[in-house]
């Protein structure tokens, strides 16, 4: 991670240089769009200063449509990439994003429109030469026979391969580097059959690299790996970005990966682009909607301040089910929160301190909460606000929270509601710091209401607000899969 | 360097083991010879050539087109004394059929081993795409019917002509799909053999012939035939070996090979044309003999892999030494027996037995 950061660090000093010596050529950098950008998205930062350069794009689609069969796969589609940019192209399944990179790669022949690849018109040339400027990497390949390793790795050689030389001489150091790249030299002498799934992506990954192209198409790099593969084949990919110079193109259904690791994102929706440019100008919430008609939730994530897109259950948003008033704290509630509001009930809470673990989650979901400053005991006006939520609420939970001097008062609040759901996965005693005025309350919270566990709360709440029909039975499934 | 020397090395293994299978069965037959007297014979027969000149007098005869030839004057490298009529046994009689087998087991493995890879299927073989049907009903059609063609010539014609029809059917728009191109080959086999059931059903006093030929068979063989298939076969497979190593890319998929610079639908082409010639040249001579082409490969592949710069030239050597000792059984028994019978009834139960073994799952 630290030697991550570091060479991400030097990468983007090394493009400041860049960037001075063009400036200091007068050259005409616009440099608003590196001033815009957030200073943590470094590959951000690297990708608009090598814009600023204003050198031809490695890979011009200009206005590239395409009909497969009867349907449009692609239409009017047009985006650029620049040398040592990564672009990660989302959209739905269906959207013609493999189309695309069909289409670079010479594989599918567009009916108007052209690609350029290094300045130059791949409609125009021969497999081969269009094969010494675009490597793909497939995301499948028909492997099931005992080739070897290296002998894979060498058939990336075939663009470069003079018919009469017949043994394999020549080529053996850009194998022998393209196995070193990534990290599969133990690998050279097995059959490609024993290797695993992960394994074998990194062999058709040196494929590619000895074909030694300026452009590198990966097809769903991610797809079929765990999720541990999944990041380092995103980190080997970002280093030949950085440090290899290759322009990268590449189908990510991760929306958060893609956002982490991609310079910038192309948005395909019905074939057309829907959006192009840095993460966090793609990834809003009215383009996901539009583009794959789902709820989601885009903020930044907490730790690597990326872009972080959560999808939430069809129709979770549209809420159908009586409001809910959840008592928590200090992380107590997320997940109660997530899925209550996941289950489509309206929900409020609070009241939670600022910065409390249970206030960000509720302004992840846009949950109304009551708050009040950090530390602060719960003050008479708070208690007030409190109050008139859990009155307003069909039912009030109350998570498994520990009770102190400061929040007790929600404890009180709680004993005015209607309906009283007590989350008790521990003991009262031991979170309860109030000694014997909590307890009191709790008692008869517990005598009045409901005890459930968390795990249980949804299949609780259903039984007191009476919501046994089949079809919320089923949505709770979902949700209760993605709770888990 | 590695994949040269394994190639060559296993090329002469096999050449070795072709040479004394050769030797062997040339001396099998109704009067024996010991190994070693049809060594002499064969080694005498071994001859370079010492000088050259063109004659427009001396025409030879290709599937009915006479070219000039060049004629060659041979000098003998060995003069072992044997006796005339184990000369003649073994040169004059034995020896035509046993090269013809040979030829003819060379190029139906040649050409089988690359219809696997090409079709990636383990059950492809020469015949895949209607050649032999296409060459049978051009044989039968000779031998019944009173057309102006040679049998070996209708035979040629006949394979080439269906091959290239079933290639037009699968092709759209200048892409061939290699199931289709499977389905179509599968399709026109089955009509062509009702064309051929018709004909044998009107064909009277030749049914016996026309049974024979469809049957495979290697029997009146003469150096003239052997003559027809050293023509065709060396150009052929030297053609095909050319393309090995694309071949070895194209079992990535036709997607990963056009993406690794292969022009995959010319290659498909070529492979095609020069599998199809080469089978259609041992078909138009030798009849219908199954099995040598699916088998050969498969037994191949499992002893050298799936490189087809070691696989082509083993399998074809191999394909060679195989024929050339079912023909020995086909020959030798009680009655003599078409070889492709032999060739069926050896290979089926073998290729069974790779199935169970689970050593023939994928290419």
Redesign the interface.
Known sequence: MIDDLRARLESIAGNGDRLESLVGDGAAVDTSSVAGDSLESDGQLMSEGSRATGTDPVVDVADVSITLGEVAALENVSVEAESGEFLGIIGPNGAGKTTLL?TI???LKPDSGFIRVDGQDIGGL???????L???V?QE???????DVR??VS??R??Y?K?LS????PDEAVVDRALAETRIEDLADRAISEVSGGERQRVLLA?ALA?DTPVLLLDEPTASLDINHQVRTLEMVRSLVDEGGKTVMAPIHDLNLAAHYCDRLLLLADGRRTALGPPESVLTESNLESAFGTEAIVTNHPVTGSVYVMALPAGAIETTKPPVHVIGGGGTAARLLYLLSAAGYEVTTGALNEGDADLETARLLGIDAVTLEPYSPIDDATYERVLERVREAAVTVVADVEIGEGNLPNLRAACEAEEVVVVADRPFDERNYTGVRGADLYESLVEAGTETQSAELLRTLDVIVGAGDSEGARSDDAVEEYGS | MAVRLRSVSWSAALAVLLFATVTVSAGIGPVSIPPSETLKVLLNALAVPTSISVASTSLVTLGGISIPAPLLGYSSLFHFGVPETHTIIVWNIRMPRIALGALVGFALAAAGAVMQGFFRNPMADPSIIGVSSGAAVGAVAAITLPIPFGLHSAAFLGGLLTAFGVYVIATENGRTPVATLLLAGIAVQTFLGAVISYMLVLSGQSLQEAVFWLMGHLHNASWSEVGFALFFVPIFFVILAWYSRDLNVLLLGEEDAATLGIEVERTKRILLGVSSLITAAAVAVSGVIGFVGLIVPHMMRLLVGPDHRILLPTSAIAGATFLVATDTIARTGAAEIPVGIVTAALGAPFFLFLLRRREVHAL
């Open positions: 069909r790669s010479g594989v021969s497999s081969r030469a269009v094969s010494r675009v490597a793909v497939p390949t028909n492997l099931a026979f005992d080739f002998e894979i058939m990336g075939t663009p391969r018919r017949w043994g394999d001489r494929r074909q």
